[in-house]
């Protein structure tokens, strides 16, 4: 027995108890993402009550889990005899590496035997062992995009399908799809967020009784670890019962159209896309009251449904927080109920015997009572629908500037206003606000890659289109049908043929070569030195980079962000997919101070160092944002020469009528591409303003 979680000390671990039982008393609830930082101890709480899923029974010797009671008639290693009994054995709980490889997710299809032999030779995959089980991704953000697309075709269609060259192979693939992500490495993919039917967020807990209760318990561990074992060993197996129990009722509870009309509501209100909403919430609201013993839905019920299935659905730019305004829930669940009376509450108590009863219950992390009538009573709600504050920057962010004047202001700038900058040196530094980001033109890295794939630059890639066939490393997976006709036709007469089939060996195979695009490491490095705050540039600059951080986004790839003023370069954000994270930090950048040029490029050489020895697939483009002053120590050729090979991008930000071309020396010492600022901003405002206008 896996007695391990009761030793975290985590916020959010009652809400994801719940939310692993919703799942575990019907499946239809569709799975949890799991979102916190790290040390939160996230995968051995998922193992543990993963754990507490129902056994399966399965027809003997079968690799695809089938059920004795309702046979799967494509099944590869079917046809199975009728009534022919089961085994029963407990769920997986099958984990995928974010590594995988495609045929470990899907399983393989030996094409070799199929073509030369004419054998159907399948080996089944983890979609196949996590049938009727749970698929558990860690780090489920950082999967590969082919591997998002395999799960998210088999979540949608409960099915596994596996093709190759017209040999195909399905069975059935339905999971309990189970995600742990940490959001500061980078956020998922709105189709593959909406697949996941609840999100929980977690959090270590700074609350000091918390945090005391877990040493005490590890403490009565140590003292008497079998007692203890025991002790949780017996709430394991209670829990395991009464899931089990509520599992039967969940055929006979009923949704009234007035809950469902509640449920409705709540999902129009907090804008969120399409009716899967609609959906898992009232599939979780079922679950809810059959979990506390209910027939029945009422509020209680759609509130605990509606807190864990909205949160993740409502987000509208990469740049808005997850989270639910539980205070607008209250409200509207108060305004659809009249019919709830604090009686209608069911016999059970209310949620205190929920699955955050146990003694590792998370104080402060259960917001499901009191659904009645003591709900908060604000005032009626008003045009504005209490959507969250904008936190993206908006007209209003910043000191200095707006949208509107944010611009470098051509024609009136004056280069001496540039000695600002080593004129103030020692102070803080001023924060300049940023407008909003626009669409950016593709800056790209030359040549043609080999890594993950994105919308960046060229690339060999797994899925693009293809460009021509080559003999198979290994065994082959696309293969390229011509090619491989071409190369088994001259030894036709040679191998005897007489018929009319054609003859075909192993090395007769070609494979297709693709070419598509891959995602690249952009590694920002922005002057944020005085020369730059001058004339409201810096706010310029911010909206600029802002824009290339959400196009890098789009394009998948990592970033970092490097900047430099004063005294140094500093690594404000090392390299990450997490965009969010990039933006905050540019947006709160103070500028001011020396130019120590040498210094950020210097640095950015080491990041690059570092990041070649993590993933050196990864190809970088290093896009430098200055004027191309210097006015504080260290060689710049020196440092230049150490980005040798590096693809670069100089955006010049000198304005005004008088240029002294230091970024055109610059970009041409770096062989960089050069791109003016202006000319970044010059596609227009056309990425936002789908949002509600506030
Ligand atoms: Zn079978």
């Known amino acids: 027995m896996i007695v391990t979680y009761p030793f975290s000390a985590v916020v ?19 799975g949890v993402l799991v979102r916190g930082e790290k040390g939160t101890a996230k995968s051995t709480i998922v193992r543990a009550l993963a754990a507490q899923l129902p056994a399966v029974d399965v027809v003997p010797g079968c690799r695809f889990a089938c059920d004795p009671g309702a046979l799967d008639p494509e099944c590869p290693d079917g046809p199975h005899e009728h009534g022919a009994g089961g085994v029963s054995r407990p769920a997986a709980l099958v984990e995928l590496p974010v590594g995988a490889s495609e045929d470990r997710l899907a399983g393989s299809l030996d094409v070799e035997r199929a073509l030369t032999e004419g054998v159907k030779a399948f080996e089944p995959g983890l979609l196949a062992s996590a049938h009727r089980g749970v698929l558990y991704v860690d780090e489920v953000n950082l ?54 039917g609840l999100t929980v967020e977690v959090r270590a807990s700074r609350d000091p009784e918390e945090r005391a209760e877990v040493v005490r318990r590890r403490l009565a561990f140590d003292a008497d670890a079998e007692a203890f074992a025991a002790r949780w060993a017996e709430e ?93 829930l209250d409200e509207l669940l108060e305004r659809t109920s009249p019919d709830d009376g604090p009686g209608d509450d069911g016999p059970d108590g209310g949620p205190d015997a929920g ?41 209003a962010d910043g000191i200095q500037g707006s949208p509107g004047d944010g611009r470098p202001n051509d024609g009136s700038s004056d280069p001496r206003d540039d000695d600002a900058g080593p004129a103030t040196p020692g102070i803080g530094g001023q924060v300049a606000g940023a407008g909003a980001p626009h669409r ?46 071409l190369a088994a036709a001259p030894y ?6 007489t018929g009319p089939g054609l003859l075909l060996r192993t ?38 980079v802002l824009s290339l951080l959400l196009d890098a986004y789009q394009r998948r790839d990592k970033v970092g962000l490097i900047t430099f003023r004063g005294a140094g370069a500093e690594v404000a954000l090392p390299p990450t997919s997490s965009v969010e994270a990039g933006a905050a930090r540019l947006r709160s950048l103070p500028t001011g101070g020396r130019t120590p040029l040498a210094a950020g490029l210097m640095r950015a050489a080491e990041v690059l160092r570092v990041e070649r020895l993590r993933d050196p697939a990864r190809r970088p483009l290093l896009v430098l944002v200055t004027d191309g002053r210097v006015t504080a120590g260290g060689d710049v050729d020196r440092a230049a020469a150490l980005l040798e090979g590096t693809a670069c991008v100089v955006v010049d930000c000198e304005s005004g009528p ?30 936002r303003d789908h949002r509600k206008a506030v």
């Open 143 to 196: 999967l590969h995009d082919h591997l998002v697309d395999l799960l998210l075709d088999a979540a949608a269609l409960g099915r596994c399908y596996v093709e190759r060259e017209s040999v195909s192979v399905r069975h059935a693939a339905r999971f309990l799809l189970v995600g742990t992500m940490n959001p500061e490495e980078g956020e998922l993919r709105p189709q593959l967020l909406d697949r996941f």
């Open 355 to 395: 699955p955050g009863s146990g003694p590792d219950r998370a104080p402060g992390s259960d917001s499901s009572g009191d659904p009645g009538g003591g709900g908060p009573a604000g005032p009626p709600p008003g045009g504005d629908e209490g959507s969250p504050p904008d936190t993206t920057g908006g007209p």
């Open 236 to 328: 394991e197996s209670a829990l395991a019962d009464r899931i089990a129990a509520a599992r039967d009722r969940v055929p006979g509870v009923r949704l009234p159209d007035a809950r469902l009309r509640q449920i409705a509501t709540v999902c129009a209100a907090f804008e969120v896309d399409g009716l899967r909403a609609d959906l898992v919430t009232a599939n979780a609201a079922v679950a809810h009251a059959a979990w506390q013993g209910r027939d029945m839905v009422i509020t209680e019920d759609v509130r605990a449904a509606a807190r864990l299935s909205l949160p993740h659905r409502r987000r509208r730019d990469p740049f808005d927080a997850p989270g639910l305004d539980e205070a607008l």
């Open 492 to 497: 036709q007469r040679g191998r005897g043929r």
């Open 440 to 485: 950016v033109p593709l800056l790209e890295v030359p040549g043609i890659g080999e890594g993950a794939a994105g919308r960046r630059s060229r690339a060999r890639t797994r899925h693009g289109r293809s460009t021509g066939a080559r003999r198979p490393s290994g065994q082959v997976r696309d293969l390229h049908l011509t090619a491989t006709m």
């Open 12 to 30: 959010g671990l009652a809400d994801l108890k719940l939310a692993l039982v919703l799942n575990a008393v019907s499946p239809r609830v569709g």
């Open 658 to 687: 008088v240029r002294l071309g230091l970024a055109v020396r610059l970009a041409s010492r770096l062989r960089a591409r050069l791109v003016p600022l202006d000319a970044l901003a010059d596609l227009g405002c056309l990425v």
């Open 507 to 544: 090395d007769d195979l070609r494979e297709v070569v693709r070419e598509g695009r891959e995602g690249n490491l952009v590694l920002f490095v922005v002057d944020a030195s005085g020369s730059m705050a001058a004339r409201k540039r810096m706010s310029a600059v911010k909206t600029a």
